[in-house]
């Protein structure tokens, strides 16, 4: 795992709590599932029928029947449950999914997220990302400041099709950590290294900064 994605993955683990029952996406959100403490009960669902995903397997324990919303092999917990798919949906959509971490392709100022699809590239579905951002109580986006061009991807307005609109609770990136609030999109903390100014430079979007945070500049 690169710095950056160590750096973005650690601190989206201190958004889960004890007890909560949790979604992670497809991609980097899955790598959560190996940093969340071992002191702490945390079910972790996945849209294909099971609640209960342990960390990925060592290499030679795989189990190829067990895996992931992402045909990934996982481990299950003690205490797992499987089920068919739409038992899982039925869980997000009523409402029982506590968080969904989710990767993101853009993220708008006024949280609006586009994750599943770019024009022009095959994709194999949507999967349940327009599900889980309307059915778990909180969503929280994870991803690399800016693309492989080093253009900004957390944008004044979404250029990608739209997996949900003004949807999005908190967006972790290698750079910053921004909450949307009644007020706008807020930039709540600065990861270790890391310069307001570097933020701005690479920010498309406009943010508020705290006076006081502003302050301890």
């Known amino acids: 795992m690169s710095d950056e994605r160590s750096t973005i993955v650690r601190r989206a683990v201190q958004e889960i709590k004890d007890g909560m029952y949790v979604n992670l996406g497809i991609g980097m959100p899955t790598l959560v599932a190996n940093v969340i ?120 307005s979404c250029t990608l099709p739209l997996t949900g609109k003004s949807v999005v609770n908190r967006l972790i990136t290698d750079l910053a950590v921004f909450d949307f609030t009644d007020r706008g999109m807020e930039l709540a903390e600065l990861q270790p290294g890391v310069t307001i100014d570097e933020v701005r430079a690479k920010t498309e979007a406009e943010f508020l900064w705290s006076a006081e945070k502003q302050r301890e500049e």
Not at 51 to 73: M, Q, R, S, V, W
Not at 85 to 101: K, Q, V
């Open 37 to 156: 403490p071992k002191d702490m009960t945390v079910m972790l669902q996945s849209e294909n029928g099971l609640l209960g995903i342990g960390p990925y397997p060592f290499e030679g324990e795989e189990d190829p029947d067990l895996i992931n919303a992402g045909k990934e092999t996982v481990t299950a917990v003690s205490g797992a449950s499987f089920f068919d798919s739409a038992e899982s949906f039925a869980m997000i959509r009523g409402g029982h999914i506590d968080l969904a971490i989710l990767g993101g392709m853009e993220v708008a100022e006024n949280g609006d997220l586009a994750n599943w699809m770019i024009p022009g590239k095959m994709v194999k579905g949507m999967g349940g990302a327009m599900d889980l951002v309307s059915g778990a109580k909180r969503i929280v986006v994870i991803m690399e400041h800016v693309n492989k061009q080093g253009e900004s991807k957390v944008k004044k």
